[in-house]
Nanobody, 124 residues
């Protein structure tokens, strides 16, 4: 499966953005799809995951209550709605897929397909 992330941009603190991860060459219903982010000088960080079968998504504590991950099967796309953005949310955001179990969703080494990232910049 090939992934393409889009929707990043520059936004003021408190604002919102919606990222999209469009897939081709395979159905996202066959994979858990997650968002990771990486800020300059920092390690790649798990943000949120949407399980292949649906069910309860997983979120990093840093974004819980502000971000919502969802999937549109008809468009083979996963979305990340980001609300109440903070300057510390600034990073390159990547989407990726895995067939790993839920306990491994936050481990980037468990992911086999990555899309190019999209830059999110939150100004104070």
């Amino acid at each position: 499966v090939q992934l393409q992330a889009s929707g990043g941009g520059l936004v003021q603190a408190g604002g919102s953005l919606r990222l999209s991860c469009a897939a081709s060459g395979g159905s996202l219903r066959s994979y858990t799809t997650s968002w990771f982010r990486q800020a300059p000088g920092k390690e790649r960080e798990f943000v949120a995951a949407f399980g292949w079968s649906g069910g309860s998504p997983a979120y990093a504590d840093s974004v819980k209550g502000r971000y919502i991950i969802s999937r549109d099967n008809s468009k083979n796309t996963v979305y990340l709605q980001m609300n109440s953005l903070k300057p510390e949310d600034t990073a390159v955001y990547h989407c990726a897929t895995t067939r790993g179990v839920r306990s491994s969703w936050n481990d980037p080494q468990m992911y086999h397909a990555w899309g190019p990232g999209t830059q999110v910049t939150v100004s104070s």
